[in-house]
Every structure is written in C-alpha cells, then in structure tokens.
C-alpha cells in the first residue's frame, strides 16, 4: 500500500524554491573524473548530487567549528 505524502503549501513551495544559480569550471581530467564516477555509481541526478556533496562539506565544517564551552586540544 503506498503513502500518501502530505501536499506542500504555497509558502513551502516559495521557500524551498532553488533560485540562485552558482557555477563551476572543470578541467579535463575533473570532467572525466567526474564523468567516470557518474557512471560507475550511477548517478543520474548530477545536480542533485553536486549539491547534496556541497552542503554535507558545508555543514560537516559548521559542525566542526562550532563553539564550544571547552576547548578540546586537537592532535
């Protein structure tokens, strides 16, 4: 039996709507890496894949510079 998902309201729509455009500039051998591990893992989404590799950078580093009340000496 399949799930219904909860309908988004108009708000939710405008809100999670994609409207900045950033882009990027390969050379030929990162194209072709990229190319390769797009095929060999099956990505067919690259767009969604860039942006998801992005922000997990972006947010693992939040993570990681995230004050704290003591600081723990790294090695």
């Known amino acids: 039996m399949a799930v219904k998902k909860p309908k988004k ?3 939710d729509i405008q809100k999670y709507k994609r409207k900045h455009r950033i882009e990027i500039v390969l050379n030929d051998f ?3 890496a ?3 591990y797009c095929n060999k893992y099956k ?3 690259k767009a969604k894949f860039i942006r998801e590799a992005v922000m997990t950078t972006v ?3 939040f ?3 995230y004050p704290t009340l ?3 000496p790294s090695r």
């Open 70 to 72: 003591f600081d723990i």
């Open 63 to 65: 993570d990681e510079d």
């Open 9 to 11: 309201s108009k708000e």
């Open 59 to 61: 947010l693992k580093k």
């Open 43 to 45: 990505v067919s989404n």
């Open 34 to 36: 990229f190319v390769n």
């Open 30 to 32: 990162e194209m072709q």
